[in-house]
């Protein structure tokens, strides 16, 4: 028994696609969310229950896949730190990635003690595929499209919330086809690394 069997059952993991596990998932709570922040938040929402009025959870682990300019393909990271990196009301005199007229932090940290890799990679979020870096904030090293809604979702109900990305693509021109076939390859290390560490 690891030391966080205290999550024993009340682990949800979330992903975005079905693809991304190659329904290699079946003894474990999984939501899948679709893609993009919107589909994100509501699903998880919802499995929340009505105003959060019941969340059977201490643990949301999210995996899915993610490109990287500097992490080389193939590798499972984790992410610790969030950011939304399609957010831009610069014209306000505010930061990229800054939401304006809200009091919350620009990058939103994970409260969760279950992290087995442990080297707290920063992943920006946003509703678009990037395949080009030029315009992207410098200290992203992973994106994705979903992971900075989860954790502002389980910040707000105080769900402790940790992401695991499978790196696919260089986010560069290439990236949809490295992403197209790479998509399934992750799901065997994340299951050895990550999932087997919670009994």
Not at 104 to 111: F, G, K
Not at 169 to 190: C, R, T
Request: charged share 25%; glycine share 10%.
């Amino acid at each position: 028994m690891s030391n966080y069997g205290e999550f024993d059952k009340k682990t949800l993991v979330v992903c975005g696609l079905e693809q991304e596990t190659q329904s290699q998932l079946n003894e474990y709570e999984v939501l899948y969310t679709g893609v993009g922040k919107v589909n994100a938040t509501y699903k998880l929402t919802q499995k929340f229950g009505k105003f959060g009025s019941y969340i059977p959870y201490d643990l949301i682990i999210n995996y899915g896949t993610a490109g990287s300019r500097e992490l080389p393909v193939g590798e499972l990271v984790d992410c610790t730190k969030f950011i939304q990196r399609d957010m831009d009301c610069t014209g306000f005199g505010i930061q990229k990635g800054q939401t304006p007229f809200e009091d919350t932090e620009i990058v939103l940290d994970s409260n969760s003690e279950f992290n087995p890799i442990g080297k707290h990679y920063v992943c920006g979020t946003g509703d678009n595929f990037v395949d080009n870096i030029e315009d992207e904030i410098e200290y992203i090293d992973v994106f994705d499209m979903e992971a900075y809604a989860l954790a502002k979702v389980c910040s707000y109900y105080g769900v402790s919330f940790i992401s695991f990305k499978y790196i696919t693509d260089n986010a560069d021109e290439h990236s949809v086809g490295d992403w197209n076939d790479n998509l399934g390859k992750g799901i065997v290390e994340f299951k050895e690394k990550i999932l087997k560490e919670l009994k």
